[in-house]
Nanobody, 123 residues
Framework: QVQLVESGGGLVQAGGSLRLSCAAS????????MGWFRQAPGKEREFVAT????????YYPDSVKGRFTISRDNAKNTVYLQMNSLKPEDTAVYYC????????????????WGQGTQVTVSS
């Protein structure tokens, strides 16, 4: 059974940083790409970043480019999302997901999802 478990969320002031982690287990993910999405109350789930397990190739939307960095540790089967210069509008539940497509920016392109971790940015 595939499991994706996010951690690292919390409360941070605007301008601060957080690093989210996503631990993957249950299968071999080398042929997958991993992604991060976020969902604020009353809004659609939004694509944040994606990375391939093998080469570490990344892709970001313009909304987070330059502030967020996705990375992975193959030995630990863990994907990270480093978030810098956080803004109140970054407040959301952040989800980790796995896909066979790269780059995949649509929710329906992802096969597996974690439960999410809350990030709250205060002004």
């Amino acid at each position: 059974q595939v499991q994706l478990v996010e951690s690292g969320g919390g409360l941070v002031q605007a301008g601060g940083s957080l690093r989210l982690s996503c631990a993957a287990s249950g299968r071999t993910f080398s042929s997958y790409a991993m992604g991060w999405f976020r969902q604020a109350p009353g809004k659609e789930r939004e694509f944040v970043a994606t990375i391939t397990w093998t080469r570490g190739t990344t892709y970001y939307p313009d909304s987070v480019k330059g502030r967020f960095t996705i990375s992975r540790d193959n030995a630990k089967n863990t994907v990270y999302l480093q978030m810098n210069s956080l803004k109140p509008e970054d407040t959301a539940v952040y989800y980790c997901a796995a896909t066979m497509i790269f780059p995949a920016s649509r929710r329906n392109q992802y096969d597996y999802w974690g439960q999410g971790t809350q990030v709250t940015v205060s002004s």
